[in-house]
């Protein structure tokens, strides 16, 4: 069969990415052969619901043949000008124009990355490039968020706080600072939305006066914190951090890579927190996952101060396949199925059906918490309602559980702590937002019925 000699070769040459590379090759690849709108289908032929679209990007869902003409006709006419110096194309002109228009606030220089890892180290590079500019080198301490997922490259991974991508890594750095997270489930000063937040800036103060106000360059935080475990921050708690940086005239990163592009509702989520950063960073649902493409927003100060500083001198940062041209038509044509496609306004509806299934399924013995907005929602498994007993980690409910919903033809996002990641494409009808809702149910009542997770 194709699919065994496949996963043969997968065995022994590909190294698949934040996977276990022992445990992979006693699992094998799980192959995809082909998807459409939001369901896969594995190498056996089987159909499932992507409850997360890809790896929470592929927002437009699978198969639009107009994003791949998009794709196609640039091909054609010119698959690849490079942006440094001079030089240039049409479509990134045209799609960090229509992005500028589109931003917070005055978010008006857009630099194109290949992903949301290397956006986030373009905007570490910049940050130091403007403290330099300004006249004050000396800032270059970075504070991000704990649970903050902010990418794999050396310097990103640092700012990252996951265990996973710093152990045996010599990451972070000591300049990466960390604060608490907001985690209102597990939050030592308990549940009450305004006690974490007041907690949150006073240890965002505290600590930017430990290093010292005069040598901290940038906080960086992520709307939503996604690979920790979808954390939603308490309503006002992303403003007051903002308002916090902004009185020590720290620059504020926002990190848009998941809650970008309609994942939460709006665009942007800045929008759903009135607030403007100094940079953003987004990728993922910028072109749905379909190419590869990060872009990095600059509010006008900071592309102002970097350009003044340089003077005649290049800004020595960029990459061969920066602003290309081919996932820059793919990125217009997706931008255009957000909006004339109605996809932003079907996701935000199935966003409130999927949470209220889910938030349906709180009162089952195994689930403490419900969370999320829009397409982009998690639930915490417990073993102990009472108590919030976590799953233990060494019963690798990740895998567990994940092998039991793919059962029930649902892809989540199993984390290895029990919780279940949910970021579906927003093209999903109603029946397949209910599909989603029932199959984790059903996953639900068979953990009951397994002793070991019990
Ligand atoms: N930042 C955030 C908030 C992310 O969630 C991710 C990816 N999950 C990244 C950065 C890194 O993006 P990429 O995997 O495209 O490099």
């Known amino acids: 069969m194709l699919s065994n000699s ?8 590909l190294v698949h990415p934040v996977a276990s590379w022992q445990g992979h090759e006693a699992r094998g690849v799980r192959l995809l052969q082909s998807a459409k709108g939001a369901t896969v289908t594995d190498a056996e032929g089987r159909e499932l619901i992507d409850g997360f679209a ?24 010119l698959p690849y000008a490079t942006g440094y110096f001079d030089l240039g194309a049409e479509a990134p002109i045209r799609l960090a124009a229509a992005l500028a228009e589109r931003a917070p606030g005055d978010l008006n220089h857009i630099y194109f990355a290949l992903g949301g890892s290397d956006s986030v180290d373009s905007t570490i590079r910049f940050v130091r490039y403007y403290w330099h500019a300004k006249g004050q080198p000396g800032r270059d301490q970075f504070i991000s968020v704990a649970q903050g997922y902010h990418g794999s490259t050396t310097m990103g991974a640092g700012l990252t706080a996951l265990p996973s991508f710093h152990t045996g890594f010599g990451v ?23 006690a974490i937040t007041a907690a949150s800036v006073a240890e965002l103060k ?34 007051a951090m903002r308002q916090t940086c902004r009185d020590y005239g720290v620059l504020f990163v926002a990190d848009e890579v998941i809650t970008g592009f309609g994942r939460t509702g709006p665009l942007f989520a800045c929008e ?12 993922k649902g910028l072109t749905s996952g379909y190419v590869p493409m990060g872009a990095v927003f600059m509010a006008d100060h900071v592309y102002e101060t970097i350009a003044e500083g340089a003077g005649a001198a290049a800004v020595g940062h960029g990459f061969t396949y920066s602003a290309h041209p081919v996932s820059a038509a793919v990125a217009l044509e997706v931008l255009r199925l957000y909006e004339d496609g109605g996809l932003l306004e079907n996701g935000r509806k199935m966003g409130a059906r999927l949470m209220a299934g889910l938030q349906g399924l709180a009162d089952h013995p195994l689930v403490g918490d419900v ?14 309602k009472a108590k919030k007993t976590p799953v233990p980690a060494e019963l690798n409910a990740a895998t567990r559980l994940f092998d039991r919903a793919w059962e ?40 009951l019925d397994d002793p070991e997770i019990r």
Not at 66 to 74: D, G, H, L, R, T
């Open 408 to 447: 029930q033809g649902l892809v989540i996002r199993a984390f290895a702590n029990g919780i279940f990641g949910y970021a579906p494409p927003l093209c999903c009808t109603e029946a397949e937002i209910d599909a989603i809702v029932e199959r984790t149910r059903k996953v639900l009542d068979l953990t």
């Open 206 to 239: 505290a600590k930017i006066e430990e290093i010292g106000p005069e040598r901290v360059a940038a906080f960086y935080v992520e709307p939503i914190q996604g690979s920790g475990g979808v954390l939603v921050p308490p309503p006002g708690w992303v403003k």
């Open 371 to 384: 969370r999320g907005r829009g397409m982009l929602a998690a639930i915490e498994m417990v073993t102990d």
């Open 54 to 77: 890809g790896l929470w990007c592929v927002n437009a869902g699978y198969g639009h043949e107009s994003i791949v003409e998009a794709a196609a006709e640039q091909m054609r006419r």
């Open 6 to 13: 496949l996963i043969e070769l997968d065995r022994a040459h």
């Open 172 to 194: 972070p750095y000591e300049w990466q600072h960390k604060i608490s997270s907001h985690y209102s489930y597990r939050n030592p000063v308990g549940d009450d939305p305004e």
């Open 272 to 283: 759903d927190e009135g607030i403007v950063p100094d940079l953003m960073t987004t990728a």
